[in-house]
């Protein structure tokens, strides 16, 4: 599976658009880009996931870039909630892994007042 | 629907002493998994099952077992708890089915919280 960089820690003010970015210079044809995030003590929540067109969800929206060595994740109108550590993932769906998510450090977005 | 239950969600053990996390889900998903995560750090796979009956070695395997009880049923045993393994035990489980079917979302419990004195 590529491995991702991302910023360790990131602030935005409430109300407005959070936009993570994340590299992934590796990645392969059939990997895909996973977010997930991790709330204070709690486990971890997906998010979105995206093979090389952009994603949407109720969520957030996903843009990679289209030679996919990067993409970003946007949270449009940030809350004080959304306060987290996001994880950025590439891996294959399938395969030797069978599923499984190499997570790093991620970035801790803190949303401020 | 629940989702992905753990229990306990906290314990204290003396090194030596043995126990057992216990991990269900009942959104009848074929895989499940077992990570740690120390302080600071991101998560790390310790066990996982593909699908009832097998199971297989994640990254961080020594000094756990684990047993597939059933299909929604995933626990993870210390045999000997040493200080190394003070962490928060999180399970989660995936639809995970045949290759290029399903969706490997997975979904995570709650956690728990054992430290080892």
């Known amino acids: 599976d590529a491995k991702t960089t991302q910023p360790p820690s990131m602030d935005c003010a409430e109300g407005r658009a959070a936009n993570l970015p994340c590299n992934h210079s590796?990645?392969?044809?059939?990997?895909?880009v996973y977010w997930y995030r991790q709330i204070h003590s709690q486990g971890p929540q997906y998010i979105i996931h995206?093979?090389?067109n952009n994603e949407t969800n109720e969520m957030a929206s996903l843009i990679i870039t289209e030679d996919r060595k990067s993409s970003t994740l946007i949270l449009p109108h940030a809350t004080l909630r959304d306060t987290a550590v996001y994880y950025c993932?590439?891996?294959?769906?399938?395969?030797?892994?069978?599923?499984?998510?190499?997570f790093g450090r991620g970035t801790q977005l803190t949303v401020w007042p | 629907n629940a989702g992905v239950t753990q229990t306990p969600k906290f314990q204290v053990l003396k090194t030596g002493q043995s126990m057992t996390l216990q991990c269900a889900q009942d959104m009848n998903h074929n895989s499940m998994y077992w990570y740690r995560q120390d302080p600071g750090m991101g998560l790390r796979l310790i066990y996982y099952?593909?699908?009832?009956?097998?199971?297989d070695k994640g990254e961080v395997p020594n000094g756990y077992n684990v047993s597939r009880l059933n299909k929604r049923e995933f626990s993870l045993r210390l045999e000997s708890a040493a200080p190394s393994q003070t962490s928060v035990y999180f399970c989660?489980?995936?639809?995970?089915?045949?290759?290029?079917?399903?969706?490997?979302?997975?979904?995570f419990g709650p956690g728990t919280r054992l430290t080892v004195l």
């Open positions: 989660a489980s995936s639809e995970a089915l045949h290759r290029g079917q399903g969706t490997d979302t997975q979904y």
């Open positions: 995206g093979l090389k």
């Open positions: 993932i590439v891996k294959t769906p399938r395969g030797s892994t069978l599923g499984r998510l190499y």
């Open positions: 590796t990645i392969s044809g059939n990997e895909y």
């Open positions: 099952s593909a699908s009832e009956g097998t199971t």
